[in-house]
């Protein structure tokens, strides 16, 4: 069964910086598709950045240029390095991996940004 854990979340300042971290378990292969989706209060969960191959990442207009995504395949451990945030940023972050055609969850990672 795998499991995903994020940490790193928390209250920041407008301009601020978080570094999201989220660990995957239970699996002995690397995992390719992984990414971070985030659902603020009354929206729809939104992508916000992913793996869609080893190597090709993908990010959502509005974090592009303030948020990378990487990987530490070592440890099964995706990272969300996000700077520069913005009140809008606000949301409850929840990591996924996608293993043999099944998508994985976490239980999410509260972000919030005051102006």
């Known amino acids: 069964q795998v499991q995903l854990v994020e940490s790193g979340g928390g209250l920041v300042q407008a301009g601020g910086s978080l570094r999201l971290s989220c660990t995957a378990s239970g699996i002995t292969v690397i995992i390719n598709r992984m990414g971070w989706y985030r659902q603020a209060p009354g929206k729809q969960r939104e992508l916000v950045a992913a793996f869609t191959s080893v190597s090709s990442t993908n990010y959502a207009d509005s974090v592009k240029g303030r948020f990378t995504i990487s990987r530490d395949n070592a440890k099964n451990t995706l990272y969300l390095q996000m700077n520069s945030l913005k009140p809008e940023d606000t949301a409850v972050y929840y990591c996924?991996?996608?293993?043999?055609?099944?998508?994985?969850w976490g239980q999410g990672t509260q972000v919030t940004v005051a102006s």
């Open positions: 996924y991996a996608i293993t043999y055609g099944t998508q994985h």
